[in-house]
């Protein structure tokens, strides 16, 4: 299940995104997904220290936020919720231009569950190496059918 928070500001202040986190539920278990940074950024602690906050900028600016939630593993003593709809909520901070500081915490955010259908598909043609959550290309066909497709897995 993927998640999409579009934060909007029409505020007449830049807003500096201090925190935007998602607390899923006992259920879910939540990563946030962001864009690849390029081969040359070094990735170390410190950076990760001093990270600029995100700007969102006055009149109108928008970023947004997408998280992966999972159900969390089934661990003895915890309790199962089977067929609920409540995902988490988020918890939001920010600061303005002056540094006045903001805070919002949402109410429970809920899903709405939608029917899917299973599919067989018989694999045809996968590349010799494959990287754990990583696309790769294959070809499948239906088990019912003779006609092959690409499909990105």
Same mark, same amino acid.
């Given at each position: 299940? !993927?998640? $999409?928070? @579009? =934060? ?7 807003? !500096?995104?201090?925190?935007? /986190?998602? $607390?899923?539920?006992?259920? *879910?278990?939540?990563? #946030? ?12 602690? =410190?950076? /990760?220290? @001093?990270?600029?906050?995100?700007? +969102?900028?006055?009149?109108?600016? #928008? ?18 919720? $089977?067929?609920?709809? #409540?995902?988490?909520?988020?918890? =939001?901070? *920010? ?13 429970? +955010? ?7 259908? /299973? ?6 043609? =996968?590349?010799?190496? #494959?990287?754990? $959550? ?16 690409? *499909?990105?897995?």
């Amino acid at each position: 299940t !993927y998640l $999409e928070a @579009c =934060i909007e500001n029409h505020t007449k202040s830049n807003l !500096y995104m201090d925190q935007v /986190d998602f $607390e899923p539920a006992q259920q *879910w278990s939540a990563t #946030i997904l962001e864009a690849d940074e390029h081969p040359s950024v070094v990735k170390s602690t =410190i950076r /990760d220290l @001093c990270k600029q906050p995100v700007l +969102i900028r006055a009149a109108g600016g #928008i970023y947004n936020y997408l998280y992966q939630l999972r159900p969390s593993s089934d661990e003895p003593g915890q309790m199962k919720t $089977e067929g609920s709809s #409540i995902l988490g909520k988020f918890q =939001i901070t *920010w600061r303005t231009n002056l540094g006045e500081p903001g805070r919002l915490q949402t109410q429970n +955010i809920h899903s709405t569950p939608t029917p899917s259908k /299973d599919v067989d598909l018989r694999a045809v043609k =996968i590349p010799p190496v #494959i990287f754990l $959550e990583r696309p790769f290309m294959g070809q499948s066909m239906p088990y019912k059918s003779n006609r092959e497709n690409s *499909w990105p897995f």
